[in-house]
């Protein structure tokens, strides 16, 4: 759950006040953009750019669960430091842009730091987009998946219903709490489980086609993305965290899969 508390905005703008509220700001801000999917490098260029607005130095140290940033006006001898722990509200493409674009709105309209913490606060409380939209639209886009793999139309529908049921148990099981190795795990199992129905019951003309990419959807291309990112910037151990969970998941999405096939006695090769 992402936090809600407010930012201080003290009314000095130089400071040991000013600056440890700004080092406070800065940490939530770097947190929550961790948190929804942003590499290490916008992180820190996002929030040198707030900063340098603000007038302070700031230097950010990010960890894969934690943000740490130091802070110092004038005296640089006593920076005032913040740590936040990476904030749990799963990828949003949303939130990110979001977050970016008030960086950019503080340094290009030189935005006081009181109006800049609004803005985050209304920023972070964004409701997500809504979970039956997200369920509609990823099952179109796994169906067109499908056909971009050369489909047919009948393996499309298997595929479209495979996602649809899959994906509403990967958000059944993360809403009630599960781990989420074992609901990667699950929904493959689930959706392959659906779509082999292609072979068994001789439905279409590609039936490997619609098995294969039925579980597409579950591919954490976002973290190996970032971790690509992460380590041409040689955040080295970021990137290897976030690898290594994407590998964890494609692990387990796999297992689903293969399983799916063994039970139903499908052929692997």
């Not at 990010?62 to 936040?84: F, H």
């Not at 151990?237 to 290594?244: E, I, K, Q, T, V």
């Amino acid at each position: 759950m992402m936090t809600t508390s407010r930012i201080c905005k003290p009314a000095e703008t130089t400071g040991n006040a000013y600056v440890r509220a700004t080092a406070a700001f800065l940490a939530d801000y770097a947190a929550l953009l961790s948190g929804c999917g942003a590499t290490c490098i916008r992180i820190e260029k996002n929030t040198r750019r707030m900063a340098e607005a603000f007038g302070i130095k700031a230097d950010i140290f990010i960890m894969p669960t934690y943000v740490s940033v130091s802070v110092w006006g004038k005296d640089i001898a006593n920076p005032s430091v913040a740590m936040r722990k990476t904030a749990n509200c799963g990828i949003s493409f949303n939130l990110n842009a979001q977050l970016s674009r008030l960086s950019w709105e503080v340094a290009d309209n030189h935005l006081d730091f009181a109006t800049a913490a609004e803005r985050f606060d209304r920023i972070r409380t964004t409701r997500p987009t809504g979970k039956w939209e997200v369920l509609i639209l990823t099952s179109l886009a796994n169906a067109s998946f499908c056909r971009l793999f050369g489909g047919d139309a009948i393996a499309m529908l298997i595929v479209l219903i495979s996602t649809l049921a899959g994906y509403r148990l990967k958000q059944i099981m993360l809403e009630d709490k599960r781990d989420v190795r074992l609901t990667f795990l699950c929904a493959s199992f689930f959706s392959a489980a659906l779509s082999a129905g292609g072979h068994i019951f001789n439905l279409g003309g590609t039936p490997e086609i619609a098995l294969g990419t039925s579980v597409l959807y579950l591919i954490p291309g976002v973290p190996y993305i970032n971790a690509v990112s992460d380590i041409i910037y040689r955040h080295y151990l970021c990137a290897f965290s976030r690898f290594l969970d994407a590998a964890v998941l494609t692990a387990c999405l796999s297992a689903g899969l293969c399983a799916g096939m063994l039970i139903l006695g499908l052929k692997w090769f």
